[in-house]
C-alpha cells in the first residue's frame, strides 16, 4: 500500500517552468510504473508522462513532447515532473499516480486511468499569457 504526496505546483507566466515532485512511502518493492496526469477545468483527467522505475524508461503524451521531463530518484522514493515553455493551456490540476504492479516497463507507456491503484492529492499549476 502505497501513499503518494506531491508538491511544486504554482503560478508562472507563459514560457516559464516549474518542477513537480511525488513522494512515496510505504512498500515499493520491485519496479514499479509512476506517472502523470492534470485535468483541466470542465475536461477529462489526461496522461501527460510516466516512468517505470526500475531503469527509468519513459513515455510523453503528445501535448508535452518535447517540453516534460519526467524523472526519479530511487533514493529518495521520489518522481519528478520537469515542466519547461508552459503554456496557458497546460494549466490545471496535476496528480502523480502509481499503477497497479500488474502494469510493468513496457505496458507503463500506455498508462491510464484504470490501470492507476494510488493517486496523489493533487497540485495546482497556473500559467499567464
Known amino acids: 500500500q502505497v501513499q503518494l504526496v506531491e508538491s511544486g505546483g504554482g503560478s508562472v507566466q507563459a514560457g516559464g517552468s516549474l518542477r513537480l515532485s511525488c513522494t512515496a512511502s510505504?512498500?515499493?518493492?520491485?519496479?514499479?510504473?509512476m506517472g502523470w496526469f492534470r485535468q483541466a477545468p470542465g475536461k477529462g483527467r489526461e496522461m501527460v508522462a510516466a516512468i517505470y522505475t526500475d531503469g527509468g524508461v519513459t513515455y510523453y503524451g503528445d501535448a508535452v513532447q518535447g517540453r516534460f521531463t519526467t524523472s526519479q530518484d530511487n533514493t529518495k522514493n521520489t518522481v519528478y515532473l520537469q515542466m519547461n515553455s508552459l503554456k496557458p493551456e497546460d494549466a490545471g490540476m496535476y496528480y502523480c499516480?502509481?499503477?497497479?504492479?500488474?502494469?510493468?516497463?513496457?505496458?507503463?507507456?500506455?498508462?491510464?486511468?484504470?490501470?492507476?491503484?494510488?493517486w496523489g492529492q493533487g497540485t495546482q499549476v497556473t500559467v499567464s499569457s
Open positions: 510505504g512498500s515499493t518493492g520491485g519496479g514499479r510504473c
Open positions: 499516480a502509481a499503477a497497479v504492479y500488474g502494469v510493468g516497463w513496457f505496458a507503463c507507456r500506455y498508462l491510464s486511468i484504470s490501470d492507476v491503484d494510488t
